[in-house]
């Protein structure tokens, strides 16, 4: 039977449980607060660095993880007797991250195979890709095999945001199609979308409360879903969503977690993720 290990970098938030409890290896990127600078889940976590958004005047930024430390992942991994390695980023087209882990399996190329895929996405959008292969990687399929799950899912994955303020994405340059909002913001609440990897605008909603609600029909109104993830930022309303959501009709149980440093520090407090695989 093939071992194949699953690898994805921090963006995905992932949370430690979940990622060990599916044999995920997590490479984190850095945060930076002015000259302080963080390693994304070991030396800032989800809480701490919401903490220091809502008190700080400093814009945090987010670098890719450096080609060495994909390297030393993934020289971990052929060491622990893996015959190969599906690695699964952050969209390519907002970091840096897709390069790294590409230089890096160049690099360990004489040791193990190592397959790089671009998610073209974000947060749990990345990171229920990385599930669907670590889950296809446990019962045993090959590394072609585990490779074609986490590309056929690709495309199937849609990923939704309730914004608060658009500041942080316009600052941070992520804000891409969705910059057309900002004539508008004091009489709207943005909803965007991430479309092949880049933030786009979805809607404009005219409150909070229909900004939920509008989320909450879009995944009720998917036919035929596979998983769903909710991400929260520091938002206040988080149950708000998940009482409109109701029970979703998904394959697999709903999970909820922390939207941590890499996508907060562009979306910024308030922000509510909404990311869906849908079925074949």
């Known amino acids: ?19 060990e409890e599916r044999g995920i290896f997590i490479v984190p990127l850095s945060i930076r607060f002015g000259s302080e600078e963080f ?10 660095f919401w903490r220091r958004c809502k008190s700080s005047d400093i814009l945090p930024e987010t670098s890719a993880p450096s080609p ?3 390297q030393e992942a993934f020289s971990l991994a052929a060491g622990d007797g893996y015959d190969g390695i599906v690695c699964i980023n952050l969209s390519g087209a907002l970091s840096a991250t897709y390069q790294s882990a590409q230089a890096a399996a160049d690099a360990v190329s004489d040791q193990v195979p190592v397959r790089v895929i671009d998610s073209r996405s974000v ?6 890709i990385a599930l669907a292969a670590a889950e296809s990687a446990a019962g045993g399929a090959s590394l072609d095999e585990v490779e074609a799950v986490a590309h056929g899912r690709i495309e199937r994955t849609q990923v939704f945001g309730a914004i608060d ?11 891409g199609g969705a910059r057309a909002l900002l004539g508008s913001l004091l009489s709207i609440k943005p909803v965007v979308q991430v479309v092949d990897g880049v933030v786009e605008e979805e809607s404009k909603q005219r409150t909070r409360s229909r900004q939920l609600k509008y989320l909450a029909d879009k995944v009720q109104g998917m036919g035929g879903v596979e998983r769903v993830a ?6 206040n309303d988080l ?5 409109l959501l109701g029970e979703v009709d998904a394959k697999y149980p709903l999970e909820v977690v922390n939207l941590g440093p890499v996508v907060g520090t562009h979306t910024g407090p308030g922000t509510i993720g909404v990311c869906v695989v849908t079925l074949a």
């Open 1 to 19: 039977m093939a071992r194949v290990r699953v690898v994805t970098d921090s963006a995905g938030d992932l949370t430690p449980a979940l990622a």
């Open 230 to 235: 909710i991400c929260n930022g520091a938002a």
């Open 165 to 175: 303020t658009l500041e942080h994405l316009e600052k941070g340059g992520r804000i």
């Open 239 to 243: 149950e708000d969503l998940l009482k």
């Open 68 to 70: 060495g430390a994909f």
């Open 39 to 48: 390693v994304d889940g070991a030396t800032l976590s989800p809480d701490e």
């Open 123 to 128: 947060t749990m959008g990345q990171g229920l």
